[in-house]
């Protein structure tokens, strides 16, 4: 075989080599943009038709008025790594929400759980929840969701509460397996 033949092998098998690079790459890169899409599509169906409510707090922030309740949500929650991606509130956002809001309690068959009325009568509703794998009873006295966190391990931070008396919730920041799902709400 003389240079001319072995130049052409050569060259046909660095083609063919370069040319599956090219479509794999392409493949890959085409089922990557897939998956980042339906991501998208997921989180802006959350954040579709969730009513924000402005409770007059200090920082302006605005509070979805519940719980997230979208039908494609298991039992309308998420485990923290899903959560994180929308814009869930932070501790300080939870913090001021305890501290400028008033809170009643409310334990009715109709509804379970806390709201928060802002200085202009605005008001937010936290329903109690019961998570099964870490409380063993039907009933709680605690609103539960995601908080934006710093992860560590598997833990993230959580928001629960303590109500002490009838108009006042001390809020309690603690860290939860990250792969627990719990009710979400929303701020901007």
């Not at 998208?40 to 509070?63: C, F």
Request: proline residues 3%; negative net charge.
């Amino acid at each position: 075989m003389d240079i001319k033949e072995r130049s052409k092998a050569y060259a046909n098998g660095k083609a063919l080599d370069a040319l599956s690079a090219v479509i794999e790459q392409a493949y890959a890169d085409g089922f990557n943009d897939g998956m980042n899409y339906l991501q998208i599509q997921k989180q802006e169906a959350i954040k579709n038709g969730v009513e924000y409510v402005d409770l007059e707090l200090t920082s302006g922030t605005l509070w979805s008025s519940g719980y997230v309740n979208e039908s494609h949500l298991p039992q309308n929650r998420l485990p923290y790594i899903e959560a994180s991606k929308l814009n869930i509130p932070t501790t300080d956002q939870f913090v001021e929400l305890c501290n400028e809001c008033f809170a009643t309690e409310i334990l009715s068959k109709e509804f379970r759980g806390t709201i928060f009325k802002g200085k202009n009568g605005n008001s937010i509703r936290l329903r109690f929840v019961t998570i099964d794998e870490i409380e063993n009873s039907k009933y709680t006295d605690y609103f539960r969701f995601w908080l934006k966190d710093g992860e560590e391990l598997n833990m993230a931070l959580h928001a629960k509460n303590y109500q002490y008396d009838k108009n006042k919730v001390t809020p309690i920041c603690q860290k939860l397996f990250m792969g627990i799902s719990l009710p979400v709400m929303l701020v901007k």
